[in-house]
Protein backbone atom coordinates (compact mmCIF):
# COMPACT_ATOMS: atom_id res chain seq x y z
CA UNK A 1 0.00 0.00 0.00
CA UNK A 2 1.23 3.36 -1.16
CA UNK A 3 -0.97 5.59 0.54
CA UNK A 4 0.12 8.45 3.55
CA UNK A 5 1.37 6.98 6.49
CA UNK A 6 1.43 8.38 9.75
CA UNK A 7 3.08 7.32 13.29
CA UNK A 8 1.92 6.83 15.84
CA UNK A 9 -1.72 5.83 15.57
CA UNK A 10 -2.56 7.04 19.08
CA UNK A 11 -0.73 8.91 21.29
CA UNK A 12 -1.13 9.55 25.59
CA UNK A 13 0.74 12.06 27.02
CA UNK A 14 0.81 14.51 30.25
CA UNK A 15 -0.27 18.05 29.77
CA UNK A 16 3.30 19.35 29.71
CA UNK A 17 5.37 17.10 27.58
CA UNK A 18 6.82 17.37 24.42
CA UNK A 19 5.26 14.85 21.36
CA UNK A 20 6.37 14.72 18.29
CA UNK A 21 4.18 12.79 15.05
CA UNK A 22 5.37 11.68 11.66
CA UNK A 23 3.86 11.66 8.09
CA UNK A 24 5.14 10.03 5.20
CA UNK A 25 3.33 11.02 2.23
CA UNK A 26 2.89 9.48 -1.09
CA UNK A 27 6.05 9.09 -2.88
CA UNK A 28 5.74 10.66 -5.89
CA UNK A 29 3.48 13.76 -4.13
CA UNK A 30 5.21 17.19 -3.51
CA UNK A 31 2.90 19.05 -1.36
CA UNK A 32 2.43 17.77 2.55
CA UNK A 33 -0.86 19.22 4.90
CA UNK A 34 -1.31 19.03 8.62
CA UNK A 35 -4.72 19.58 9.47
CA UNK A 36 -6.18 19.11 13.00
CA UNK A 37 -9.85 17.51 13.98
CA UNK A 38 -11.64 18.09 17.03
CA UNK A 39 -14.66 16.44 17.64
CA UNK A 40 -18.07 17.45 15.34
CA UNK A 41 -15.73 19.33 13.64
CA UNK A 42 -14.44 18.95 9.77
CA UNK A 43 -10.43 18.91 9.52
CA UNK A 44 -8.72 22.18 10.35
CA UNK A 45 -5.89 23.68 7.80
CA UNK A 46 -2.46 23.92 10.19
CA UNK A 47 0.46 24.28 7.54
CA UNK A 48 1.27 22.76 4.34
CA UNK A 49 4.25 22.20 3.08
CA UNK A 50 5.96 22.08 -1.61
CA UNK A 51 8.78 20.33 -1.07
CA UNK A 52 11.12 21.53 2.13
CA UNK A 53 9.47 24.77 2.05
CA UNK A 54 7.19 25.60 4.21
CA UNK A 55 4.95 28.16 2.54
CA UNK A 56 1.64 28.68 4.69
CA UNK A 57 0.96 28.53 8.77
CA UNK A 58 -2.59 28.66 10.08
CA UNK A 59 -3.09 30.88 13.35
CA UNK A 60 -4.23 28.02 14.82
CA UNK A 61 -0.73 27.13 14.87
CA UNK A 62 1.14 28.80 17.74
CA UNK A 63 4.84 29.15 18.84
CA UNK A 64 4.41 25.47 20.62
CA UNK A 65 3.65 24.02 17.11
CA UNK A 66 6.34 23.36 14.82
CA UNK A 67 6.48 21.37 12.14
CA UNK A 68 9.40 20.81 9.16
CA UNK A 69 10.01 18.65 6.00
CA UNK A 70 13.58 17.88 5.90
CA UNK A 71 14.72 16.90 2.16
CA UNK A 72 10.96 17.26 0.98
CA UNK A 73 10.25 14.21 1.82
CA UNK A 74 8.74 12.79 5.28
CA UNK A 75 7.11 15.36 8.00
CA UNK A 76 7.04 15.96 11.42
CA UNK A 77 5.08 17.92 13.61
CA UNK A 78 6.11 18.54 17.30
CA UNK A 79 3.91 20.11 19.98
CA UNK A 80 6.26 21.42 23.11
CA UNK A 81 4.14 21.71 26.45
CA UNK A 82 1.65 20.19 25.71
CA UNK A 83 -2.14 21.64 26.91
CA UNK A 84 -5.21 19.90 27.44
CA UNK A 85 -6.55 21.66 24.07
CA UNK A 86 -4.05 19.87 21.96
CA UNK A 87 -6.22 16.86 22.12
CA UNK A 88 -7.49 16.08 18.61
CA UNK A 89 -7.07 14.07 15.52
CA UNK A 90 -4.14 15.29 13.64
CA UNK A 91 -4.24 14.40 9.99
CA UNK A 92 -1.44 14.64 7.54
CA UNK A 93 -2.67 14.87 3.46
CA UNK A 94 -0.66 14.74 0.33
CA UNK A 95 -1.40 16.09 -3.12
CA UNK A 96 0.75 16.29 -6.52
CA UNK A 97 1.64 19.89 -7.74
CA UNK A 98 -1.28 21.16 -9.64
CA UNK A 99 -3.75 22.91 -7.74
CA UNK A 100 -6.78 21.75 -7.91
CA UNK A 101 -5.88 18.08 -7.31
CA UNK A 102 -7.35 16.14 -4.76
CA UNK A 103 -5.45 15.69 -1.16
CA UNK A 104 -5.20 12.11 -0.07
CA UNK A 105 -4.99 11.62 4.02
CA UNK A 106 -3.35 9.60 6.52
CA UNK A 107 -5.68 7.81 9.18
CA UNK A 108 -4.13 10.45 11.62
CA UNK A 109 -2.51 10.53 14.66
CA UNK A 110 -4.77 10.86 18.05
CA UNK A 111 -3.71 12.72 20.87
CA UNK A 112 -4.53 12.37 24.16
CA UNK A 113 -3.59 14.68 27.31
CA UNK A 114 -3.99 14.01 30.43
CA UNK B 1 -16.99 32.47 10.90
CA UNK B 2 -17.65 29.21 9.01
CA UNK B 3 -17.15 29.36 5.06
CA UNK B 4 -18.32 26.21 4.51
CA UNK B 5 -21.25 24.86 6.11
CA UNK B 6 -23.10 21.50 5.97
CA UNK B 7 -26.61 22.39 7.68
CA UNK B 8 -27.85 18.71 8.13
CA UNK B 9 -25.83 16.60 11.24
CA UNK B 10 -27.36 13.48 9.56
CA UNK B 11 -29.30 11.36 7.03
CA UNK B 12 -31.18 8.52 6.96
CA UNK B 13 -32.10 6.53 3.49
CA UNK B 14 -33.47 3.25 2.54
CA UNK B 15 -31.23 1.10 0.86
CA UNK B 16 -31.45 1.57 -3.06
CA UNK B 17 -33.26 4.76 -2.55
CA UNK B 18 -31.22 8.35 -3.85
CA UNK B 19 -29.10 10.30 -1.21
CA UNK B 20 -28.52 13.45 -1.22
CA UNK B 21 -26.30 15.58 1.25
CA UNK B 22 -25.87 19.65 0.50
CA UNK B 23 -23.08 21.97 1.13
CA UNK B 24 -23.56 25.93 1.62
CA UNK B 25 -20.20 27.90 1.07
CA UNK B 26 -19.75 31.69 1.42
CA UNK B 27 -16.35 32.60 0.28
CA UNK B 28 -16.38 33.37 -3.94
CA UNK B 29 -13.01 33.05 -3.90
CA UNK B 30 -13.35 29.07 -3.73
CA UNK B 31 -12.83 27.44 -7.23
CA UNK B 32 -12.84 24.01 -6.54
CA UNK B 33 -14.85 21.82 -4.33
CA UNK B 34 -14.80 18.21 -3.26
CA UNK B 35 -16.40 15.72 -0.91
CA UNK B 36 -14.87 13.40 1.24
CA UNK B 37 -15.96 10.17 3.21
CA UNK B 38 -14.74 9.03 6.69
CA UNK B 39 -15.41 5.78 8.10
CA UNK B 40 -14.84 5.68 12.20
CA UNK B 41 -10.92 5.56 13.12
CA UNK B 42 -9.44 5.98 9.59
CA UNK B 43 -8.34 9.44 7.61
CA UNK B 44 -10.95 11.01 5.10
CA UNK B 45 -11.27 9.11 1.38
CA UNK B 46 -11.89 11.33 -1.56
CA UNK B 47 -14.55 10.65 -3.30
CA UNK B 48 -15.30 12.84 -5.91
CA UNK B 49 -14.61 17.09 -6.86
CA UNK B 50 -15.54 19.66 -9.27
CA UNK B 51 -14.17 22.69 -10.48
CA UNK B 52 -15.99 26.01 -10.66
CA UNK B 53 -15.69 26.23 -14.48
CA UNK B 54 -18.30 23.06 -14.71
CA UNK B 55 -21.92 22.07 -12.48
CA UNK B 56 -21.62 18.59 -12.90
CA UNK B 57 -19.59 16.27 -12.44
CA UNK B 58 -20.56 12.14 -12.20
CA UNK B 59 -18.50 9.48 -11.04
CA UNK B 60 -20.25 5.49 -10.86
CA UNK B 61 -22.79 5.93 -8.39
CA UNK B 62 -21.61 9.93 -7.18
CA UNK B 63 -22.57 13.12 -8.79
CA UNK B 64 -21.45 16.34 -7.67
CA UNK B 65 -23.86 19.56 -8.44
CA UNK B 66 -22.29 23.51 -8.09
CA UNK B 67 -24.64 25.88 -8.19
CA UNK B 68 -22.45 29.03 -7.98
CA UNK B 69 -24.86 31.59 -8.24
CA UNK B 70 -26.11 29.81 -4.78
CA UNK B 71 -23.07 29.31 -3.86
CA UNK B 72 -24.08 25.72 -3.07
CA UNK B 73 -23.42 22.30 -3.84
CA UNK B 74 -24.51 18.43 -3.33
CA UNK B 75 -23.65 15.37 -3.29
CA UNK B 76 -26.30 13.03 -4.84
CA UNK B 77 -25.79 9.01 -4.03
CA UNK B 78 -27.45 6.21 -6.43
CA UNK B 79 -28.59 4.01 -5.37
CA UNK B 80 -27.46 3.98 -2.17
CA UNK B 81 -25.90 0.92 -0.05
CA UNK B 82 -25.58 0.19 3.47
CA UNK B 83 -21.48 0.32 3.09
CA UNK B 84 -22.35 3.79 1.89
CA UNK B 85 -23.13 4.85 5.83
CA UNK B 86 -20.05 6.98 7.01
CA UNK B 87 -19.59 10.82 7.70
CA UNK B 88 -19.69 12.78 4.52
CA UNK B 89 -17.11 16.19 4.39
CA UNK B 90 -17.85 18.98 1.84
CA UNK B 91 -14.25 20.71 1.68
CA UNK B 92 -13.28 24.11 -0.46
CA UNK B 93 -10.11 25.35 -2.37
CA UNK B 94 -8.39 28.26 -3.61
CA UNK B 95 -5.68 30.06 -4.39
CA UNK B 96 -3.61 29.26 -1.21
CA UNK B 97 -4.08 25.02 -1.79
CA UNK B 98 -5.37 24.68 1.90
CA UNK B 99 -8.97 23.05 2.08
CA UNK B 100 -12.06 24.62 3.86
CA UNK B 101 -13.77 21.72 6.00
CA UNK B 102 -17.54 21.54 6.68
CA UNK B 103 -18.57 19.67 9.77
CA UNK B 104 -19.68 16.92 8.10
CA UNK B 105 -23.19 14.96 7.63
CA UNK B 106 -23.29 10.96 8.91
CA UNK B 107 -25.36 9.09 6.30
CA UNK B 108 -26.69 5.91 7.61
CA UNK B 109 -28.11 3.94 4.81
CA UNK B 110 -30.48 1.12 6.13
CA UNK B 111 -31.00 -2.15 4.77
Known amino acids: DTGVSQDPRHKITKRGQNVTFRCDPI?????LYWYRQTLGQGPEFLTYFQNEAQLEKSRLLSDRFSAERPKGSFSTLEIQRTEQGDSAMYLCASSPAPRGQPQHFGDGTRLSIL | DQQVKQNSPSLSVQEGRISILNCDYTNSMFDYFLWYKKYPAEGPTFLISISSIKDKNEDGRFTVFLNKSAKHLSLHIVPSQPGDSAVYFC??????????FGKGTLLTVNP
Open chain 1, 27 to 31: SEHNR
Open chain 2, 91 to 100: ASGGSNYKLT
